[in-house]
């Protein structure tokens, strides 16, 4: 199993300290820039995660912030821990930059609540599944598409490993009739969500046609909860070209209450793992 770690959200916990600081210290973006001689940007996007810090910058910061004692020593080695690499980094360039930020939060996350549309979600895939997905976006580089199936099935070890997510998720009936890569490597995959649906920490359902319309009709979203009460939940949804991450309180709120509706209308796990097997027996 590959070892853990999560850059990622210490850096999104730094960047909330230090907005906070900021604001105990009663500064604008704009002060801080013109103390430091650093252009605004640069201090928005320290405080939105956008960047990786280094430790002398968050020294900086906490000089201009006032921070002294244990709270000045704790940032510094957050700071320091969030400039680590993750896992994933020993797989090269293979993975987005935009998507490393997510592969980040999924590995530090104790809750996912996820709707998929399309097809099944990386952490519930088998490899076959995974390439036959990869190919379907128009990849021709069969390195490139071994690397990113390795990735995706290093990210599945998350779902037995002892620091396991609880994860709930729901999918349109869609996902389990459409034959990627194939009936059999269709069948091998809805075999491999029942088994998973077995795992204690796993709830699955299926959102049938027969619901008709529902909250999630723009598309698939997952929702990350994290172990820290100081970080937020984050909504992470994933286009073509980039990923959209939500972390208002008003957007979490949203897509909460849209993924309780999902979850109501779906078919209860025992019912969605009958579906399930049906729709591997009507394969041909």
Not at 28 to 36: P, Q, S
Not at 221 to 242: A, R
Request: hydrophobic letters at 45%; one cysteine or more.
């Amino acid at each position: 199993m590959v070892t853990r770690s999560a850059p990622t959200v210490k850096r999104r916990r730094l960047a909330g300290e230090l907005r906070k600081h900021r604001e105990a210290a009663g500064l604008t973006l704009e002060e801080v820039a013109e103390r430091l001689e650093w252009s605004t940007a640069k201090v928005s996007r320290i405080e939105n995660a956008r960047v990786s810090v280094l430790p002398r910058d968050v020294k900086h910061l906490l000089n201009v912030y006032g921070v002294e004692g244990e709270a000045r020593e704790v940032l510094l080695v957050l700071a320091r821990e969030a400039r680590q690499k993750g896992w994933w980094h020993s797989y090269g360039e293979v993975i987005p930059t935009w998507f490393e930020v997510y592969v980040g939060l999924e590995s530090e996350a104790v809750a996912i609540d996820q709707y998929d549309s399309e097809h099944v979600p990386g952490l519930l895939q088998t490899a076959d599944y995974a390439r036959a997905i990869f190919q379907a976006f128009l990849l021709d580089d069969e390195d490139e598409i071994n690397k990113l199936v390795e990735v995706r099935m290093a990210r599945t070890e998350r779902l037995t490993a002892p620091t396991a997510p609880k994860c709930w998720v729901v999918l349109n009936e869609a996902v389990i009739r459409r034959q990627v890569g194939g009936a059999q490597v269709m069948r091998a995959q809805l075999a491999h969500l029942s088994d998973v649906a077995k795992l204690p920490n796993v709830t699955l359902q299926v959102l049938p046609f027969g619901a008709g319309a529902h909250p999630a009709m723009s598309g698939s979203f997952s929702i990350l909860g994290f172990p820290e009460p100081s970080d937020s939940k984050v909504v992470y949804m994933e286009m073509q070209t980039g990923g959209l991450y939500l972390e208002k309180p008003h957007e979490i709120e949203r897509y909460t209450l849209a993924f309780d509706h999902l979850r109501a209308a779906a078919l209860c796990p025992s019912d969605s793992q009958a579906l399930i097997a049906r729709a591997a027996d009507e394969m041909s």
